[in-house]
């Protein structure tokens, strides 16, 4: 069982950064694959990137890729997602999911909300223009 908590969301103007962390506790939560998800209002929930056990690999949404970067304490069972140069577009609910396979790779498959077993509660990112 692994328990998610994401804080960081926020208010924030137009060309703004954010970090958003996922706080992981369980027996495998530093284990596992930590994929990061948003849901906009009114639209399915978005793949935005993904990070192995180890934080070695990572793998992103093609629309995600240069301003958005996943990175892992493994000391801290913290995941981060920094984002960059923030657009209204980007106003939505950001969700952490861990998987519930322990040593997994990353990669296509990681775009899947199903083959995350363990999701938090979400926090709000609102962006104005």
């Known amino acids: 069982q692994v328990q998610l908590v994401e804080s960081g969301g926020g208010l924030v103007q137009a060309g703004a950064s954010l970090r958003l962390s996922c706080v992981a506790s369980g027996r495998t939560a530093s284990t596992t694959t930590m994929g990061w998800f948003r849901q906009a209002p009114g639209k399915e929930r978005e793949f935005v990137g993904a990070?192995?056990?180890?934080?070695?690999?990572?793998y992103y949404a093609d629309s995600m890729k240069g301003r958005f970067s996943i990175s892992r304490d493994n000391t801290k069972n913290t995941v981060y997602l920094q984002m960059n140069n923030l657009k209204p577009e980007d106003t939505a609910v950001y969700y952490c999911?861990?998987?519930?396979?322990?040593?997994?790779?990353?990669?296509?498959?990681?775009?899947?909300?199903?083959?995350?077993?363990?999701w938090g509660q979400g926090t709000q990112v609102t962006v104005s223009s």
């Open positions: 999911a861990a998987e519930g396979t322990i040593f997994g790779t990353v990669g296509a498959s990681s775009r899947l909300s199903s083959k995350y077993d363990y």
């Open positions: 990070i192995s056990w180890s934080g070695a690999s990572t």
